[in-house]
């Protein structure tokens, strides 16, 4: 189809992450018309370079590529969408998914936790996932040594298991999860954010996180040291309005100190399914408020103030930003525009490459990559 054609060219353009896709999809009726503008607005936000734009012929190749994996490409705003992880600020705009789609539409618990496990830890894990799994709960964690493929073989035993992962759908990581990665292609889902043919970076994770959080009602940590990639995705999740799980463990181990803390700020102390299945006494389901889902057609920004004013404020805002940025409403008041005209101008100049746009509404400057 010619629209999941311009979908995916517009998420593979250079400056375009997550954020600025959904502003672009807020501010033209479509992404064909988006993809036209790009030139016209990295320019004006001081970009000389050209942008990058992939012809359609490279993303038809990709697209190809994935259908002869046996897996298909789903779109924020899609069919196939799962509602809960396009709640994010920062949803995926595509997913490349091997397996079945309709499983991330599914009530999930999320099971991370440390690479180098204790063997209890890895028996209790696997135990935890097989009976999630029982109860027609999938389990999604991140295919990394320990934990995770521990939750992933459990949950097997008796139902169905989702991983995300950091690299391309054809880059399995660590190498030696490969089979287990097959496996849950054929008895689940794995789902990748990034192209095919890209390697695992570390750059990659914390992005792969916060789909493991946004796919799950919950999160379970089960074996984290103080400063672990599991607590990034355990805040993630936090931030998410996602119920948090810590199994609680030895004081003098290292792997326990994550957990521990979680506990102390309030999350739910757990030892077996049942601590997790309290958490909905009515049923493990979606909560009765949500957040309203995302839709590619949207009413177009209103009209902006004068270009003398935006102008003014493309030079202006760069100047503004200190290190830790600034929120979009207080740039709006300084530079005495109208939100709508702000929001173009920040996102002209996120396309020249001098600033992003953070979600939660704060600008930042551009980092060097």
């Known amino acids: 189809m010619q629209a999941d054609l311009d979908r995916l060219r517009l998420v593979r353009t250079e400056s375009v992450g997550p954020v600025t896709y959904r502003r672009l999809l807020e501010r033209f009726p479509n992404p064909a018309e988006a993809l036209a503008a790009l030139p016209d607005l990295a320019r004006m936000g001081g970009r000389t370079a050209p942008l990058r734009v992939p012809a359609e012929a490279e993303i038809e190749r990709e697209i190809a590529w994935l259908a002869r994996m046996g897996g298909k490409f789903i779109f924020l705003g899609g069919p196939g969408y799962p509602d809960y992880l396009a709640e994010l600020p920062d949803p995926p705009p595509a997913l490349a998914v091997l397996g079945d789609v309709a499983l991330l539409a599914e009530n999930a618990i999320g099971v991370v936790g440390a690479r180098n496990a204790s063997a209890g830890g890895l028996r209790f894990t696997e135990q935890l996932a097989s009976e999630l799994a029982a109860a027609r709960i999938a389990v999604v964690s991140g295919l990394a040594r320990g934990i995770d493929a521990a939750a992933h073989e459990g949950a097997m035993r008796t139902g169905r298991t989702i991983a995300v992962i950091a690299g391309g759908l054809d880059q399995p990581y660590p190498p030696e999860n490969a089979a287990l990665q097959r496996r849950i292609a054929e008895n689940g889902a ?63 181990d290292p792997r326990s100190k994550g957990g521990n803390e979680l506990i102390r700020q309030g999350a739910h102390l757990t030892e077996s399914i049942a601590d997790i299945l309290a958490a909905w006494p009515g049923g493990i389901g979606p909560r009765a408020r949500r957040l309203p889902g995302f839709r590619e057609a949207r009413a177009p920004l209103a009209a902006p103030d004068t270009e003398a004013d935006l102008a003014a404020a493309r030079r202006a805002v760069p100047a503004l930003l200190g290190e830790n940025g600034e929120d979009v409403d207080e740039l709006a008041r300084r530079c005495q525009l109208s939100m709508a005209a702000m929001q173009a101008v920040i996102l002209e100049l996120e396309l020249g490459g001098l600033v992003e746009y953070l979600p939660g509404g704060r600008v930042v400057p551009a980092t060097t990559a």
Do not use: W
Not at 193 to 201: D, I, K, N, S
Not at 213 to 233: D, P
Not at 237 to 243: L, S, Y
């Open 190 to 252: 794995v789902v990748a954010e990034a192209p095919l043919g890209t390697a695992p970076l570390a750059r990659h994770f914390p992005k792969r996180n916060r789909i493991i959080a946004g796919l799950s009602l919950g999160l379970v940590v089960i074996e984290a040291a103080a400063r672990s990639g599991s607590l990034l995705t355990a805040r993630l999740a936090n931030e998410a309005g996602r119920e948090i799980f810590a199994v609680p463990g030895a004081p003098l």
